[in-house]
């Protein structure tokens, strides 16, 4: 990890290494980052946060599959940290409960791969075998972002049918 930006940045400062569930490590890594820094960061900042992380992040994780030879590695959670994120930054502010709730909505439809989070992760899906590129970096990316608008949708119809 040590050797090359990108894999920090991709395996989410070392989240990532964890040797069992690191998508859920990363998730959980994002909601504590989230709750250090939400207290000083501003609803423009995050905005601008995601974006330049979506950014950034589209480089590191194609860059670290490359150097994984692996088109969507497991240990790549930087996508878990940028759409939970979002997801806490739109629900804000949000009690403890209703932020495990997202954590659990979150963590299900990025591991399922439900309708169109499935349907995400197939349409970069590179062919076995080709080299690894930027649509495939972009691919880690998108599916934890559609896993991410799932989310917020039920929490939305929720929130609307309680009142």
């Known amino acids: 990890m040590a050797r090359h930006l990108a894999r920090w940045i991709a395996l989410g400062f070392g989240s990532g290494l964890a040797p069992r569930a690191p998508g859920t490590v990363g998730t959980l890594w994002a909601w504590a980052a989230f709750a250090v820094m939400s207290p000083w960061v501003s609803d423009l900042a995050w905005a601008l ?3 330049i992380g979506t950014l950034v992040g589209w480089w590191a994780c194609t860059r670290c599959a490359q150097h994984l030879n692996t088109p969507d590695p497991g240990a790549i959670v930087w996508d878990e940290v940028l759409a939970f994120w979002l997801v806490l930054w739109l629900i804000a502010p949000a009690s403890f409960t209703a932020q495990a709730v997202a954590f659990g909505l979150f963590r299900f439809f990025d591991a399922a ?4 989070v499935g349907w995400a992760d197939r349409l970069f899906k590179g062919e076995r075998g080709a ?4 649509r495939q970096g972009l691919g880690i990316l998108v599916d934890d972002f559609v896993a991410a608008g799932c989310t917020l949708a039920v929490i939305a119809l929720y929130r609307f049918l309680m009142g």
């Open 49 to 51: 946060l995601i974006l």
């Open 113 to 116: 791969k439900p309708g169109p």
């Open 131 to 134: 080299p690894i590129g930027w």
